[in-house]
């Protein structure tokens, strides 16, 4: 086992020199290529002062100059921040302000910053930094969809093990060519590419999937026999294909799925038109990376489920005291963690940390139970659970048995205060409309009915032109109850 990823590539580069590590449009490289340009970019960053413990803020994108910086980073126990690749200067004031960086690179120069292109081919290489496998290695910014971004602190031996988790419970070999379809600045997109590189396999980086032809020619020109993609990407490419994803994805050896559950309704899809295909639905955070897998092609049985923890991982129920508990479907509780993928903390912040994180465990926002077997489902996080007239209400089980009602293209959940003051809050559904369908939302409720208990049933259904999502395909509830108050203001002036 090796101490940090970009030691492994550097192994790979020897013994398997020649073979492919990364494609993308417009460059194809082998592990030596890589190799040559890591110390490339470790010696510039050098000149330049880079040296164990600086901190870099990198600019991502889907090319082989972006994997190189990075790993040459590493390389010198320097350590990244990376940002997603539109960022500028302005955007990422308070960020430079909270982290102090030695050097910042952009995709573009700016006033302040370096930009890929103003480094060039070097001859000179130089030796691996002096760091060991607990130093910290990245910082990761959150989303941000429960409050301010927060630094997520990752050493060598936490991306390692995240590495390994992939690896195993995703059941990831050498001789995969993978197709990576997701931003690099979060952590699905990030954690998969560290994943391949460990593994000594081949990445072919794409960026997003609105172009089916480009997915396609990728998929075909470069033999890709593995796709990694959110929910949320899925669900436009099944559209964009007329719902005929066999016919785009149908040589594909296995798809995994991450950063939400993947809806009931697609499981069902993927399992008629995808057979032979391995489907994967995979679980982690930013804190904690893939510590859950689902195989589910071979469990249909369990098709709610996110998964079983992979090898080398715990996970348990526990109260809000952190109380270990016997959870079920009605009696749920915040999943535990703990494994060597867990964080070493929050950048500057020890009070948020202490929150979630005690020797070594991780307690999640997120809420669940788990079966006899193992197997734990999401009820939802923290905020987003709904309490409603003492009973506390999943938005993610209305949202599944919503999208299996024809016509329902999309939809999201939100608990809203209840005005009467009589229970609280209540649900209310957001839903968006197939092309060609009109859904009747009193029909739709009367569905809802029968499938739900009565308490679950929305309040109101709102049909909108498109759910809001933030930059890697999860639901904006945030977003959409500013939607809900500006529209109940408005109405209330109307009054």
């Known amino acids: 086992m090796f101490g940090s990823v970009v030691e492994a590539v550097m192994h790979f580069a020897e013994q398997l020199c020649n073979k492919t590590a990364i494609v993308t449009?417009?460059?194809?490289?082998?592990?030596?290529?890589?190799?040559?340009?890591?110390l490339s970019y470790a010696s510039q960053l050098s000149e330049r002062g880079i040296?164990?413990?600086?901190?870099?803020?990198?600019?991502?994108?889907?090319?082989?100059?972006?994997?190189?910086?990075?790993?040459?980073?590493?390389?010198?126990g320097a350590v990244n921040v990376v940002v997603e690749k539109k960022a500028s200067i302005k955007s990422l004031s308070q960020l430079?302000?909270?982290?102090?960086?030695?050097?910042?690179?952009?995709?573009?120069?700016?006033i302040g910053a370096d930009c890929y292109d103003s480094f060039t081919v070097s001859d000179f290489t130089i030796t691996k930094g002096n760091y060991e496998p607990g130093s910290l290695a990245d910082i990761l910014f959150t989303t941000g969809t429960t409050g301010m971004p927060k630094g997520v602190m990752l050493s060598h031996r936490n991306e390692v093990a995240g590495a390994l988790n992939v690896i195993t419970g995703g059941e990831m070999s050498q001789q995969d060519i993978n197709l990576l379809t997701m931003p690099l600045h979060h952590a699905f997109g990030l954690t998969t590419l560290r994943a391949v590189l460990y593994n000594g396999g081949t990445v072919v980086l794409q960026d997003g999937v609105a172009s089916v032809k480009k997915i396609n020619e990728n998929i075909h020109v470069h033999s890709c026999n593995t796709i990694y993609m959110v929910p949320a990407a899925l669900r436009v490419l099944y559209?964009?294909?007329?719902?005929?994803?066999?016919?785009?994805l149908g040589d594909i050896e296995k798809i995994e799925f991450?950063?939400?559950?993947?809806?009931?309704?697609?499981?069902?899809?993927?399992?008629?038109?995808?057979?032979?295909t391995r489907l994967y639905n995979s679980y982690g955070a930013t804190e904690s990376a893939r510590t859950v897998y689902m195989r589910l092609d071979k469990n249909p049985e369990k098709i709610t489920a996110i998964g079983r923890a992979v090898e080398n991982v715990s996970i348990w129920i526990v109260d809000d005291d952190r109380r270990k508990i016997d959870s079920s479907k009605t009696h749920f509780g915040h999943l535990a963690i703990r494994g060597n993928m867990n964080m070493m903390g929050y950048y500057n912040d020890p009070k948020t940390t202490q929150s979630v994180l005690s020797k070594g465990i991780f307690y999640s926002e997120d809420l669940g139970y788990m079966d006899k077997d193992g197997y734990i489902y999401l009820i939802g996080r923290n905020n987003d659970v709904i309490n409603t007239g003492g009973e506390k209400v999943s938005p993610l089980e209305i949202e599944n048995t919503a999208l299996e009602y024809i016509g329902v293209r999309e939809c999201a959940c939100i608990g809203v205060e209840d005005m009467r003051g009589i229970l609280g809050y209540i649900p209310v559904l957001y839903i968006t409309e197939e092309t060609g369908h009109t859904v009747d939302v009193g029909n739709l409720k009367k569905y809802l009915e029968g499938h739900l208990e009565h308490y679950k049933v929305p309040h109101e259904i709102i049909v909108i032109d498109e759910i809001p999502k933030n930059q890697i395909g999860k639901i904006d509830r945030g977003s959409l109850k500013k939607i809900w108050e500006v529209n109940t203001e408005d109405k209330g002036e109307c009054s």
């Open 25 to 38: 449009d417009n460059s194809e490289i082998t592990y030596n290529d890589l190799k040559q340009g890591i």
């Open 51 to 76: 040296k164990n413990g600086d901190k870099v803020i990198l600019a991502s994108n889907h090319t082989v100059q972006f994997v190189e910086m990075y790993c040459a980073v590493h390389w010198l």
């Open 96 to 110: 430079i302000e909270s982290i102090s960086p030695k050097l910042i690179i952009l995709n573009q120069a700016e």
């Open 239 to 248: 559209f964009q294909t007329r719902q005929r994803l066999d016919l785009l």
């Open 258 to 276: 991450c950063t939400a559950p993947l809806d009931k309704k697609m499981r069902l899809v993927l399992s008629e038109q995808l057979k032979g």
